[in-house]
């Protein structure tokens, strides 16, 4: 993962032609990505320069010229008792695992404490007791804590922003801190601080940035998704399933549509799992830092979640009788469009308090969803991390509601199956068991989903909200409801032919998604340190060797395999059938090419020689 991009041109554009020994400059860790005070001690050959550390070791590293930079005047420490908590210089003793430059002899290589320079009490030479693993964990996570909780409920106020006791003055060029917290974060304990910006990004942006056609496109997507599922729904009935019958058939009326009973349904879905997520199961993480040095407070029991749902389920089917709350699964079959209904009812409700909410005072926004028009922001989602308490609607959203609504839809789709024809087709069996292996391992890697975009970057909008609620378990589910009006049986060679497409796309999907995250978070382990890399000048390095060096998407590849399988279980009769293998490799291409023009951004020539070195975007040898 890559460092936060420096200032846009040369690196002569901030360091100056040059600094005397003894100079207060800010200097990049090594490895990091973060600048922090730092005195040249001399200048070498090439335009190097030997820097030392404000830190407790004052660590001393080489650098180059690009990594040095003039402190500004408003970086020198104010006095002031009234100072922004998200702007206070502690660092953590956690290192960088990236760290390859070379260090002073004297001491082994150690990341910039979070301690202030006026504070060192101790002298260099005083020993010190090396703290166990555990005791500095506890302590991290502790520290940690406590900082993120003063620094969520104070916020930046101009007399703040003015006296300004941080190590860099927000006055520094914002892309210097663009994407942190993606760059130089695990999730596991606190990490060093970043140069602070603005805490809410409450002004909207001169030149917004739209995506997925600006408003325009917004509203139509608003408008054309739920019609979506009900063509669906309409063209995939248990009489046909032809797209020319979705243009000969009237819409039902609506008033067959609502159902309040599905309505209910939906809530108390929703509301069984918020009583899930706040029981005492499962352990809480940190994410990923935000612009303003804070770190959320994640709980990880989304697996619990589903094993939980899951046996429910079947013992309320099979023994609710004898306690009065018997499930009747054929009921998600007979009205499962009034439940889509009311799902998509219940996320454009959740969107709209979403939207209201962002405009309370402190509510930090999205880069990409406060451009300052409403229909946009009200898609894209207006504030990133929108939170009741400490209980994260976003992250909540996105893996365990709808998620596990697919497993248990499917499995009463199989119910359903069964009470109409008196047997489950081995079409049926394998494509609930495909995808609830695609999704157990997903809510299994629950931490994983705290480094993606959509927790990091995106607001929280009708897009995610309705993808999530309503759009997940009400289209990923077609091949299940297919099926149960056609329980045919696949021959051997088709069964023996799907599961070996859907265990190779798996493997590939997780083996790739294996290697990126151990090339993250430990680039010396033996299992990548021989792979070949492309150094950026952000002080990281791109993974070009391995699975990400046949192609730069190969996950997307493992997936694909994935959905072609599962649409293959309906055999070749019905082109409706293969709708998510359709519209799923259109997202992954438009993500891809998404993702080359933010990293060429972000990047720059390194990028540009990556997709130099791999040319093929998704499929080796193809595309």
Same mark, same amino acid.
């Given at each position: 993962?890559?460092?936060?991009?420096?200032?846009?041109?040369?690196?002569?554009?901030?360091?100056?032609?040059?600094?005397?020994?003894?100079?207060?400059?800010?200097?990049?860790? *090594?490895?990091?990505?973060?600048?922090? +005070?730092?005195?040249?001690?001399?200048?070498?050959?090439?335009?190097?320069?030997?820097?030392?550390?404000?830190?407790?070791?004052?660590?001393?590293?080489?650098?180059?010229?690009?990594?040095?930079?003039?402190?500004?005047?408003?970086?020198?420490?104010?006095?002031?008792?009234?100072?922004?908590?998200?702007?206070?210089?502690?660092?953590?003793?956690?290192?960088?695992?990236?760290?390859?430059?070379?260090?002073?002899?004297?001491?082994?290589?150690?990341?910039?404490?979070?301690?202030?320079?006026?504070?060192?009490?101790?002298?260099?030479?005083? *020993?010190?007791?090396?703290?166990?693993?555990?005791?500095?964990? =506890?302590?991290?996570?502790?520290?940690?804590?406590?900082?993120?909780?003063?620094?969520?409920?104070?916020?930046?106020?101009?007399?703040?922003?003015?006296?300004?006791?941080?190590?860099?003055?927000?006055?520094?060029?914002?892309?210097?801190?663009?994407?942190?917290?993606?760059?130089?974060?695990?999730?596991?304990?606190?990490?060093?601080?970043?140069?602070?910006?603005?805490?809410?990004?409450?002004?909207?942006?001169?030149? @917004?940035?739209?995506?997925?056609?600006?408003?325009?496109?917004?509203?139509?997507?608003?408008?054309?998704?739920?019609? #979506?599922?009900?063509?669906?729904?309409?063209?995939?009935?248990?009489?046909?399933?032809?797209? +020319?019958?979705?243009?000969?058939?009237?819409?039902?009326?609506?008033?067959?549509?609502?159902?309040?009973?599905?309505?209910?349904?939906?809530?108390? $879905?929703?509301?069984?799992?918020?009583?899930?997520?706040?029981?005492?199961?499962?352990?809480?993480?940190?994410?990923?830092?935000?612009?303003?040095?804070?770190?959320? @407070?994640?709980?990880?029991?989304?697996?619990?979640?589903?094993?939980?749902?899951?046996?429910?389920?079947?013992?309320?089917?099979?023994?609710?009788?004898?306690?009065?709350? +018997?499930?009747?699964?054929?009921?998600?079959?007979?009205?499962?469009?009034?439940?889509?209904? =009311?799902?998509?009812?219940?996320?454009?409700?959740?969107?709209?308090?979403?939207?209201?909410?962002?405009?309370?005072?402190?509510? #930090?926004?999205?880069?990409?969803?406060?451009?300052?028009?409403?229909?946009?922001?009200?898609?894209? !989602?207006?504030?990133?991390?929108?939170?009741?308490?400490?209980?994260?609607?976003?992250?909540?959203?996105?893996?365990?509601?709808?998620?596990?609504?697919?497993?248990?839809?499917?499995?009463?789709?199989?119910?359903?199956?069964?009470?109409?024809?008196?047997?489950?087709?081995?079409?049926?069996?394998?494509?609930?068991?495909?995808?609830?292996?695609?999704?157990?391992?997903?809510?299994?890697?629950?931490?994983?989903?705290?480094?993606?975009?959509?927790?990091?970057?995106?607001?929280?909008?009708?897009?995610?909200?309705?993808?999530?609620?309503?759009?997940?378990?009400?289209?990923?589910?077609?091949?299940?409801?297919?099926?149960?009006?056609?329980?045919?049986?696949?021959?051997?060679?088709?069964?023996?032919?799907?599961?070996?497409?859907?265990?190779?796309?798996?493997?590939?999907?997780?083996?790739?998604?294996?290697?990126?995250?151990?090339?993250?978070?430990?680039?010396?382990?033996?299992?990548? =340190?021989?792979?070949?890399?492309?150094?950026?000048?952000?002080?990281?390095?791109?993974?070009?060797? !391995?699975?990400?060096?046949?192609?730069?998407?190969?996950?997307?590849?493992?997936?694909?395999?994935?959905?072609?399988?599962?649409?293959?279980?309906?055999?070749? +009769?019905?082109?409706?059938?293969?709708?998510?293998?359709?519209?799923?490799?259109?997202?992954?291409?438009?993500?891809?090419?998404?993702?080359?023009?933010?990293?060429?951004?972000?990047?720059?020539?390194? $990028?540009?020689?990556?997709?130099?070195?791999?040319?093929?975007?998704?499929?080796?040898?193809?595309?």
């Amino acid at each position: 993962m890559a460092a936060p991009k420096t200032p846009s041109g040369s690196a002569s554009n901030i360091s100056g032609p040059g600094y005397e020994p003894g100079t207060a400059v800010l200097a990049l860790w *090594p490895g990091s990505g973060l600048y922090y +005070q730092a005195t040249v001690v001399r200048k070498q050959s090439g335009g190097r320069y030997v820097v030392q550390f404000q830190d407790k070791e004052s660590s001393v590293f080489t650098l180059p010229s690009g990594s040095v930079m003039k402190a500004p005047r408003t970086a020198t420490r104010s006095r002031s008792r009234s100072r922004s908590p998200g702007r206070r210089r502690r660092r953590s003793s956690s290192r960088s695992p990236a760290r390859t430059t070379t260090k002073s002899p004297a001491r082994p290589p150690r990341s910039p404490t979070r301690q202030k320079p006026s504070t060192r009490d101790e002298p260099k030479s005083s *020993p010190k007791k090396e703290p166990t693993a555990s005791s500095t964990r =506890a302590a991290a996570v502790e520290q940690e804590t406590k900082v993120t909780e003063r620094r969520r409920s104070r916020r930046l106020s101009k007399d703040d922003h003015a006296a300004g006791d941080s190590a860099v003055s927000s006055s520094l060029p914002l892309e210097i801190v663009q994407e942190e917290m993606a760059a130089n974060t695990t999730t596991d304990g606190p990490v060093p601080v970043i140069l602070d910006s603005s805490s809410s990004g409450s002004s909207p942006p001169e030149k @917004p940035n739209f995506e997925f056609g600006g408003p325009s496109g917004a509203l139509s997507t608003v408008v054309s998704l739920p019609l #979506m599922i009900l063509a669906l729904y309409s063209a995939c009935s248990p009489e046909t399933c032809s797209i +020319q019958d979705v243009l000969n058939t009237k819409p039902p009326p609506l008033a067959t549509l609502f159902s309040l009973k599905a309505l209910a349904v939906v809530v108390v $879905w929703l509301l069984f799992h918020v009583f899930l997520y706040h029981l005492p199961l499962g352990k809480v993480v940190f994410g990923q830092t935000l612009r303003d040095g804070t770190r959320l @407070p994640y709980k990880i029991n989304a697996f619990h979640t589903l094993i939980i749902t899951v046996v429910e389920f079947a013992a309320l089917v099979f023994y609710g009788d004898k306690v009065g709350l +018997q499930i009747d699964p054929v009921y998600v079959y007979d009205n499962y469009l009034q439940l889509a209904v =009311a799902a998509t009812f219940v996320s454009l409700l959740l969107s709209i308090f979403l939207y209201a909410y962002s405009f309370r005072e402190g509510a #930090m926004l999205a880069a990409g969803g406060n451009t300052g028009n409403a229909v946009y922001d009200f898609f894209i !989602g207006r504030e990133l991390n929108p939170r009741i308490g400490s209980f994260d609607l976003k992250v909540f959203c996105e893996l365990r509601p709808g998620l596990i609504a697919w497993v248990v839809i499917n499995l009463c789709m199989a119910y359903t199956q069964y009470v109409k024809h008196g047997y489950v087709s081995n079409s049926m069996i394998m494509v609930n068991v495909f995808q609830m292996i695609y999704v157990a391992d997903g809510i299994f890697a629950e931490q994983a989903i705290l480094t993606t975009m959509d927790v990091i970057s995106d607001g929280f909008g009708y897009m995610l909200a309705f993808g999530d609620l309503a759009w997940v378990p009400f289209v990923y589910t077609l091949q299940a409801r297919y099926l149960v009006d056609r329980p045919f049986q696949l021959p051997t060679w088709a069964v023996a032919f799907l599961i070996g497409l859907n265990m190779l796309g798996f493997f590939i999907f997780r083996a790739a998604n294996g290697q990126k995250d151990q090339f993250r978070t430990n680039p010396q382990s033996p299992d990548v =340190a021989h792979l070949h890399t492309i150094p950026t000048s952000r002080g990281r390095s791109l993974l070009a060797d !391995g699975w990400w060096g046949m192609c730069r998407k190969p996950n997307y590849l493992g997936d694909l395999m994935m959905a072609l399988a599962w649409c293959g279980t309906c055999g070749v +009769q019905h082109i409706i059938c293969y709708f998510y293998f359709i519209y799923f490799g259109i997202l992954l291409i438009h993500r891809q090419r998404r993702d080359d023009l933010h990293c060429e951004r972000k990047y720059g020539e390194a $990028w540009r020689e990556y997709m130099r070195k791999v040319p093929y975007r998704i499929v080796p040898g193809v595309f």
